[in-house]
């Protein structure tokens, strides 16, 4: 069982193994965390992201952290909301899953996650928070996983949904 930590702050400045980015598609960088992600590893991500040919939603691909505090980032596209009837839960499970395989694999053992498809993507908020609480939870390998949230509503969901998940 991996271990869940939730802290307010800006997920380009944490000090982990690898960092999860809530990328699009293209992997081309783009607004939110995302651009913020793109911005603070500097120029070379750019180019390792055009090598990886896109990333459907919910699957995972890893590049070097570069200017980043975190050695990795481990890219996964979240699903966009349409109102719950394409698949949009199961594909956000997969996205936290998929990236904690990608984190594994390279030998990590502290990773981040900013909150996956509730910016932009539209995700519910309280619902991707329980998701993504679960997901982590029950993934079998002993990692240490930092939520970080950007703004106070983040926050409050993530703790709300770790303290639910507490019983
Ligand atoms: P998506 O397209 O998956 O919805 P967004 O980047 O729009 O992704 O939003 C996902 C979450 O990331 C939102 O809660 C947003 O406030 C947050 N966010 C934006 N910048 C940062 C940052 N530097 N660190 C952590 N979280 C961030």
């Not at 919910?58 to 109102?83: D, V």
């Not at 993934?139 to 970080?148: A, G, R, S």
């Amino acid at each position: 069982m991996a271990k869940l930590n939730v802290i307010k702050g800006d997920i380009t400045k944490v000090n982990v193994d690898a960092i999860v980015n809530a990328a699009n598609r293209a992997l081309s960088g783009g607004g939110g965390v995302d651009g913020a992600i793109h911005r603070a590893a500097g120029p070379q991500l750019d180019e390792a992201c055009r090598k990886l040919n896109g990333c459907p939603t919910g699957q995972a691909k890893t590049t070097p952290g570069f200017n980043l505090p975190a050695k990795y980032i481990i890219h996964t596209p979240g699903p966009i909301w349409h109102g719950g009837q394409r698949n949009e839960p199961q594909l956000l499970k997969d996205s936290y899953v998929n990236s904690l395989k990608q984190a594994v694999l390279h030998h990590c053992q502290t990773v981040a996650f900013p909150s996956i498809s509730t910016g932009i993507y539209d995700f519910p908020l309280d619902k991707a928070a329980g998701i993504a609480t679960a997901a982590i939870q029950d993934f079998d390998t002993p990692l240490d996983v930092t939520m970080v949230c950007f703004d106070s509503m983040t926050y409050d969901a993530y703790v709300k949904a770790l303290e639910a998940a507490k019983g």
